[in-house]
């Protein structure tokens, strides 16, 4: 997939879907630095699932719907929420990130996961 930083790609039968899995864990910059870093992945997932990278290499991900997924250890729920909610958002609005006549992906939607690498007493 070219540049794109991804964790790693996932199936998930129940929801007949490919996961591209965002690892988010210890910011230690300014969160305005990692929230930029993470911007350009998310763009760089819309991209590669868009144009048919995803599909290229993943045979099994073509015509299916797309969960790009962040996985967030010990990290800042309010930032990241709110941050995604307004990445949502904007993506809704531009047309060039729609997933509607794609031969290569039949929807795309996003899922924030959040936990702690922390041991639990």
Same mark, same amino acid.
């Given at each position: 997939?070219?540049?794109?930083?991804?964790?790693?790609?996932?199936?998930?039968? *129940?929801?007949?879907?490919?996961?591209?899995?965002?690892?988010?864990?210890a910011?230690?910059?300014?969160?305005?630095?990692?929230?930029?870093?993470?911007?350009?992945? +998310?763009?760089?997932?819309? *991209?590669?699932? +868009?144009?048919?990278?995803?599909?290229?290499?993943f045979? *099994?991900?073509?015509?299916?719907?797309?969960?790009?997924? #962040?996985?967030?250890?010990?990290?800042?729920?309010?930032?990241?929420?709110?941050?995604?909610s307004?990445?949502?958002?904007?993506?809704?609005?531009?047309?060039?990130?729609?997933?509607?006549?794609?031969?290569?992906?039949?929807?795309?939607?996003?899922? #924030?996961?959040?936990?702690?690498?922390?041991?639990?007493?």
């Amino acid at each position: 997939m070219g540049e794109v930083a991804v964790n790693f790609i996932a199936f998930d039968k *129940d929801l007949d879907a490919c996961l591209m899995v965002l690892v988010e864990e210890a910011w230690t910059k300014p969160v305005e630095v990692h929230l930029r870093a993470l911007q350009d992945r +998310l763009y760089g997932c819309l *991209d590669a699932a +868009l144009d048919g990278q995803l599909a290229a290499q993943f045979p *099994d991900s073509s015509g299916k719907p797309v969960i790009i997924q #962040v996985d967030c250890y010990d990290l800042d729920r309010g930032e990241i929420d709110g941050f995604m909610s307004r990445f949502v958002e904007g993506i809704a609005a531009a047309p060039e990130y729609s997933a509607e006549g794609s031969p290569y992906v039949s929807e795309i939607r996003f899922k #924030v996961n959040h936990d702690s690498l922390a041991p639990r007493h």
